[in-house]
């Protein structure tokens, strides 16, 4: 079993302009990413984060945009879940309070 270390490489920072190890993802003196398959995978990463849904739009019926009657639905809805959220925040700041 004769394991060879992964061969040493030196890159100059696009951000600081310091030189620092290739094989690491982030600048050893500013920490800013300089593996270019990193910066790709964080770029997709928050652009998945950006397309998601904000949390109260979870809950949209279809045709609400139109119909008043279904955007009252559809608004009285998103309120109960608040109040649920409210509700479970409250017991869970009531049961970490207690041993306290």
């Known amino acids: 079993m004769n394991s060879s270390p992964e061969p040493f490489s030196i890159r100059k920072c696009e951000h ?7 094989n690491k993802a982030f600048c050893a003196h500013c920490g800013e990413i300089i593996d270019d398959s990193y ?4 770029a997709e ?6 397309e998601q849904p904000l949390l109260w739009e979870w809950f949209k019926l279809k045709g609400s945009d139109s119909n008043p009657v279904l955007r009252i639905i559809e608004k009285f809805i998103q309120s109960g879940q608040a109040v649920l959220m409210g509700l479970i925040s409250l017991i ?3 049961l970490l309070a207690l041993p306290g």
Do not use: A
């Not at 600081?16 to 290739?22: F, P, V």
């Not at 910066?39 to 964080?42: A, F, Q």
């Open 92 to 94: 869970t700041l009531l």
């Open 45 to 50: 990463l928050e652009q998945k984060q950006q």
């Open 39 to 42: 910066r790709k995978e964080m």
């Open 16 to 22: 600081c302009q310091n030189w620092t190890n290739g």
